[in-house]
């Protein structure tokens, strides 16, 4: 999988140049970078999440996390104005969306998670819900802050794939890269987890304090992706709400095992594979114009449906 | 010895414990029954800090329940709960095998592996060790999880009908190898039981809860009798002596 990965990778980079290679090289290496990036960070905070929260076809951006990190932002902005926004150094900003996110992330899953007992439909239903909830709570904050401020902002606040901000990858990739480690570092004690709670407690594992912990990795792995590449909700072209679930269904079916330190490297790659093995084929073979995120959402529906069905058969 | 002083619980508004004060010696096999709704799983679930405490206390040898790291208390007591549903996927050893988490802390060594083995050996799960949990039948599942409790290597060890589903054959084997336990390795064993006659048969000492109280508790032939039954369980059944101990006729 990992050699696959790195043909795509190699693909990308050297297939068909309709431009000089010195600038070909260092603008596709940015993109490669983010792509990597946000494939590995939103696969492996799915995994944590779909363990956390006890099943397989929940993932953070389907309960709205994505969503939340805008929400911080135009919170941000409707408090500070865009030009006292504008005024924060890049460096702090990130840091300070980072730990909001985290913060509120952990305040508002820990809750619902609580309230929902152990109830999955009741989980995802509130989940869906919350996230509606902070999308519509956003809208109205976005329609608050004047119109033309909040393009320059929004123009600001999300890089695209197209056009990459340096300094914002540089930021997000040290946040990845931490929140990466955490997770791996958590990644016996989530497999103690996976028991269930009962077990887990018996084995001297209490799962509180363990999800908190593990909610906090996620929040930072989602936020970070998200700035880099903005949310599918404001047309940003992030992954969709269903990039976690195709990349976690598929690493179950290739390393299937509960082991995290299998699971982990396993998610991680694929969602490396299907953002670069996809863009590369959309945008270099076929010259699509077509977004992958709209195959994504399509894949993932079906997906979803499938997970969804064979549950409720089950 | 476990010592519980003081305990009251309340679960969704009504009490579900009521002042209970109960010693469970070192040593032996102590079997807890009594009707359905009784307490008997919420007790032991407080003994193993399963559920936080309201209002009491409970010791563990040394240990005072809610005090205790975690993981200090899980290399003490080993608890099998009443549900054994464990969504992941696992293999009966990878099962066992986490038994040994408080010890390895998820380094496991060669000496953990070596008490897999012993735990898979002694619960005849060893031809079966590479099954997954759901190609296994109910009874093999329940001697799975029990091995689990075993290879955690504690000195108390709680289990919360662990005869569930199980047929007169896998039923005595899990009740043998409890009494083997208890006996051999010096382990104190404590046991919620639903059929009398098994409690009477294996245990040595009988812990009668109803409606959140310790109603009786001692030796089976002092414990089980007519009036107990009437009394406790509401039944008109009697009960016999053979063989020199109790026998409830059904
Ligand atoms: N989550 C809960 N909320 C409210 N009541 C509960 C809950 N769990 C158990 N109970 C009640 O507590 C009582 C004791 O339950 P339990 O300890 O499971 O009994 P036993 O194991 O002896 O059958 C029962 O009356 C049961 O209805
Ligand atoms: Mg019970």
Redesign the pocket.
């Known amino acids: 999988m990992a050699a696959l990965l790195a043909v795509c990778a190699a693909g990308y980079m050297l297939w068909s140049a309709k431009a000089p290679w010195s600038f070909l090289l260092p603008y596709r290496a940015t993109k490669l970078a983010a792509l990597l990036l946000v494939g590995v960070a939103l696969s492996v905070a799915t995994v944590l999440f779909q363990t956390v929260t006890a099943n397989r076809i929940l993932t953070p951006s389907l309960m709205g996390f994505d969503a939340l990190y805008v929400f911080v932002l135009t919170l941000l902005v409707h408090m500070l104005g865009a030009t006292g926004y504008a005024a924060i150094p890049p460096g702090l900003l990130f840091a300070a969306n980072l730990g909001a996110m985290a913060g509120l992330g952990l305040l508002l899953f820990a809750g619902l998670m609580r309230l929902a007992g152990g109830d999955m439909i009741r989980l995802v239903l509130s989940g869906i819900v919350l996230g509606l909830l902070i999308r519509s709570m956003t809208e109205f904050l976005q329609r608050l802050i004047d119109p033309s401020e909040f393009q320059t902002v929004q123009s600001m606040s999300f890089a695209r794939f197209t056009q990459i901000d340096p300094l914002l990858l540089a930021l997000s990739a040290t946040a990845i890269l931490a929140a990466l480690a955490a997770a791996w570092s958590l990644r016996t004690r989530l497999d103690v987890l996976s028991l269930g709670d009962t077990a887990a407690t018996g084995l001297g594992e209490p799962p509180a304090r363990l999800r908190r912990q593990a909610l906090v990795v996620i929040c930072i792995l989602v936020a970070a992706a998200t700035a880099l590449v903005g949310p599918l909700s404001s047309g940003g072209f992030g992954p969709s709400s269903f990039f976690g679930l195709i990349v976690t269904a598929f690493a179950h079916i290739v390393t299937p095992t509960h082991r995290h330190a299998v699971l982990i490297p396993s998610a991680a790659l694929v969602g490396g594979l299907v953002l670069v093995g996809g863009q590369f084929i959309m945008e270099r073979l076929f010259a699509l114009a077509t977004p992958l995120t709209v195959v994504i959402e399509l894949i993932g529906g079906a997906v979803f449906l499938v997970l969804l069905l064979k549950r409720r058969a089950a | 010895m476990i010592r519980i002083t003081d305990l009251h619980h309340r679960l969704g508004g009504a009490p579900v414990l009521n002042d209970i004060d109960l010693t469970i010696p070192h040593g032996g096999l102590t079997a807890l029954i009594g009707p359905?709704g009784a307490g008997?799983?919420t007790l032991l679930s407080l003994i193993a800090r399963l559920r936080p405490i309201q209002r009491g206390r409970i010791s563990v040898g040394p240990h005072e329940i809610g005090k205790v790291a975690d993981r200090d208390l899980a290399r003490v007591l080993a608890v099998m709960p009443?549900s054994t549903e464990v969504s992941a996927r696992l293999r009966l050893a990878e099962l066992v095998g986490f038994g040994r988490y408080p010890w390895h802390r998820g380094r496991p060594g060669a000496e953990d592996r070596a008490q897999v083995d012993r735990a898979l050996e002694r619960f005849s799960l060893t031809d079966l060790r590479d099954r997954f949990l759901d190609e296994v039948s109910g009874g093999q599942k329940q001697r799975a999880f029990a091995a689990m409790a075993y290879a955690q290597d504690t000195d108390y060890l709680l289990l919360?009908?662990p005869l569930n589903n199980l047929d007169i054959a896998a039923a005595r084997d899990l009740m043998r190898l409890m009494r083997g336990l208890a006996d051999e390795d010096g382990k104190t064993v404590v046991v919620?039981l639903h059929d009398i006659n098994y409690a009477t048969a294996f245990a040595d000492r009988l812990v009668v809860m109803k409606e959140g109280r310790i109603a009786a508790q001692g030796a089976p032939s002092e414990v089980v009798t007519d009036t107990l039954l009437a009394e406790v369980f509401g039944t008109t059944a009697r009960v016999a002596e053979v063989e020199g101990r109790p026998l409830v006729i059904v």
Do not use: F
């Open positions: 359905n008997k799983s009443q919360d009908e919620v």
